[in-house]
């Protein structure tokens, strides 16, 4: 961008050259960011006094004042209708809209991170020098010398903070850095009432409303009642191998949330929107109007009776009547996580969508484009989870676990093989895989012992359950969720019958897995 090469007054005598170094390009990428995707602004700090350049911050001010107006976009003639006539001869005096026209075509957003992070980097550098700092001055690490502003070039904002704040964690003052909460214990009246309210718990995904005999109906109600809901600002992850049924399971627990006045974004590198609108179909013919002659493989191939179509059309009727405009679908042909972030954060910002769906990490053997997959997968996670918490979002996503971990009976963390360190960020876990006949054998070793709870004199006793060998079952495990009791605390997983052919699963028992393999 024409960026002018003087400074804000003060600036070049304030600071060594060696600190403004590249501050006209670092800036003048960050702005034409903003002027071609204006949402942007919506997901930085910065304020203007971040700007250093004269026209850093002038077009910063410019742009910050259209956003505020409400626009999304830019043109010439929003420019020049809504700013006052000394900033749009200014504007006209720094090349006006060409030299922006310019800028917009030549700059890749998808970069936008990386860009930021230079400057917030450029601008602790700043702020460490205003203390007191002296990153010029060579010093002595563990017999290495090191000059901290040829090192910290080489690092992101966040490493450079983190490695100051390893420094100071070395002198053994016995502080953290990271305190978010100090605060005399006391159960006050206002602690009580948030307790009573029920403040801690998040959006049920138990039930999906009533079916047409008034019955409820029900999605995953003791699972709902074990993760106390889904909070927003959280991530919620479910893995599952191969065919395992992942992106079914998410269709059931989004019509409970949908239920619950949820408006929900699904974003898949997977599957197309004509599959996702099936599975919808076919769940609803099934779970609300009890109908289960039309199946997913005949809705697919167009197999549909006279009979069918009319439970179609009072289904089509239902959806538009109660959740038309609440469930958004969009396909991108690979893990782009740039893309990932720009249109969650579009459509939460633009649209209001307050629950993302992103179906599917995978978990892949080896290299990948020589960079390794797991730490991809980690790295995007944590990327994920940010999204949660700055938008207080739901956050779900599905993984596919690594094939080589299939025939593991009992499943906890280790089959997310190297990106284990993803189980960090979530605040739920659940894993899922199919069930093997011979777990369905009393007479087997590697039988589950199915059990339902009875409650019996206000006791809870545990009620043995024969499922039906002829049906198709799915185990889940509950790896992690922050109310404390996970499958591999208790030895228990959950046994979910599964019809593919409707999308349905369904809560039936719990089981005791046997730990080990099965080939």
Request: net charge negative; proline share 1%.
């Amino acid at each position: 961008m024409a960026i002018d090469i003087e400074f804000i007054t003060g600036v070049k005598e304030k600071y060594p050259a060696s600190l403004l170094k590249g501050r006209i390009e670092i800036e003048g990428n960050v702005i034409s960011c903003f002027f071609k995707d204006m949402l942007l602004l919506d997901d930085t700090t910065f304020k203007k006094e971040d700007f250093v350049t004269k026209d850093g911050r002038f077009y910063f001010c410019m742009l910050e004042l259209l956003r505020k107006k409400g626009f999304y976009s830019l043109d010439e003639i929003t420019i020049l209708s809504n700013l006052k006539p000394e900033i749009v001869e200014r504007f006209e005096d720094m090349g006006g809209w060409e030299t922006i026209q310019h800028q917009i075509d030549i700059i890749n957003t998808q970069n936008f991170d990386i860009y930021v992070d230079i400057m917030y980097r450029e601008n602790i550098l700043l702020h460490m020098h205003d203390d007191g700092f002296n990153l010029l001055k060579t010093i002595d690490i563990n017999g290495k010398q090191i000059t901290p502003i040829a090192l910290f070039r080489k690092m992101s904002a966040e490493e450079v903070t983190d490695w100051y704040e390893a420094r100071l964690s070395s002198y053994g003052t016995g502080y953290s850095s990271k305190i978010i909460e100090e605060e005399e214990i006391d159960f006050d009246d206002e602690f009580i009432d948030s307790c009573s309210s029920g403040e801690e718990n998040g959006v049920p995904f138990d039930i999906a409303g009533y079916d047409k005999n008034g019955e409820e109906i029900n999605c995953f109600p003791f699972l709902s009642r074990q993760t106390m809901g889904l909070l927003e600002g959280t991530f919620t992850m479910m893995g599952g191998f191969s065919s395992a049924g992942k992106s079914t399971w998410w269709v059931t627990v989004i019509m409970a949330l949908l239920y619950y006045d949820r408006k929900v974004l699904i974003i898949s590198n997977e599957e197309n929107i004509k599959k996702f609108k099936i599975k919808f179909m076919v769940w609803l013919l099934g779970k609300r109007n009890r109908y289960f002659k039309l199946t997913k493989k005949k809705m697919g191939s167009g197999d549909i009776s006279k009979e069918s179509r009319e439970q179609l059309s009072d289904v089509q009727k239902f959806w538009r009547e109660n959740y038309k405009g609440k469930v958004k679908f969009i396909a991108i042909s690979d893990a782009d996580m740039s893309i990932v972030k720009k249109k969650i954060r579009e459509n939460v910002l633009r649209y209001g969508y307050d629950t993302v769906l992103y179906d599917t990490f995978k978990i892949q053997d080896g290299d990948f484009q020589g960079q390794r997959q797991d730490l991809s997968l980690v790295r995007d996670s944590r990327e994920l989870d940010k999204m949660a918490k700055k938008y207080g979002i739901i956050m779900l996503a599905s993984v596919q676990l690594a094939e080589y971990m299939k025939g593991k009976l009992f499943l906890d963390s280790s089959v997310l093989s190297n990106s284990k360190q993803i189980k960090e960020v979530l605040e739920n876990l659940f894993l899922m895989r199919t069930v093997y006949d011979e777990e369905l054998d009393e007479k087997s070793k590697y039988y589950c012992r199915p059990f339902r709870l009875k409650k019996v004199n206000d006791k809870w006793i545990e009620e043995e359950y024969k499922p039906d060998r002829n049906a198709v079952w799915r185990a889940l495990f509950v790896e992690k969720t922050r109310s404390g009791s996970n499958s591999s605390d208790t030895g228990v997983g959950y046994l979910l019958k599964f019809s593919g052919d409707h999308c349905i699963f369904r809560e039936v028992a719990q089981a005791r897995f046997k730990h080990g393999e099965i080939r």
